[in-house]
Nanobody, 128 residues
Framework: QVQVVESGGGLVQAGGSLRLSCAAS????????MGWFRQAPGKEREFVTT????????YYADSVKGRFTISTDNAQNTLYLQMNSLKPEDTAVYYC?????????????????????WGQGTQVTVSS
């Protein structure tokens, strides 16, 4: 069983920065990718970014491209999301997820249903 725990959320003013962390433990060696999603009140969970372990390929939603950066430590035990130039519309609960399945393309990794393990989420609030 894989345990996923996010941390680092909080309240920040527009234009500010936050860094989220995600600690994944358990059989993470079999995972193919990890990703960040977010869910605002009354909205569906949406894709933010993903990293594929096989080649380090990263992919971002257009809404965060150029502002957010996904990274990992050398042991691939901790996933990070550096969020810069935050906007009020970035306000949401941010979730970290682990995917145990291989997909040849990147499209599948943008879909919440493709992920097998999820954290409990961390709240990010951006004030205007």
């Amino acid at each position: 069983q894989v345990q996923v725990v996010e941390s680092g959320g909080g309240l920040v003013q527009a234009g500010g920065s936050l860094r989220l962390s995600c600690a994944a433990s358990g059989r993470t060696l079999s995972s193919y990718a990890m990703g960040w999603f977010r869910q605002a009140p009354g909205k569906e969970r949406e894709f933010v970014t993903t990293i594929r372990w096989s080649d380090g390929y990263t992919y971002y939603a257009d809404s965060v491209k150029g502002r957010f950066t996904i990274s990992t430590d050398n042991a691939q035990n901790t996933l990070y999301l550096q969020m810069n130039s935050l906007k009020p519309e970035d306000t949401a609960v941010y979730y970290c997820a682990v995917c145990d399945k291989y997909y040849s393309g990147t499209g599948h990794y943008t879909i919440p249903g493709s992920y097998d393990y999820w954290g409990q989420g961390t709240q990010v609030t951006v004030s205007s």
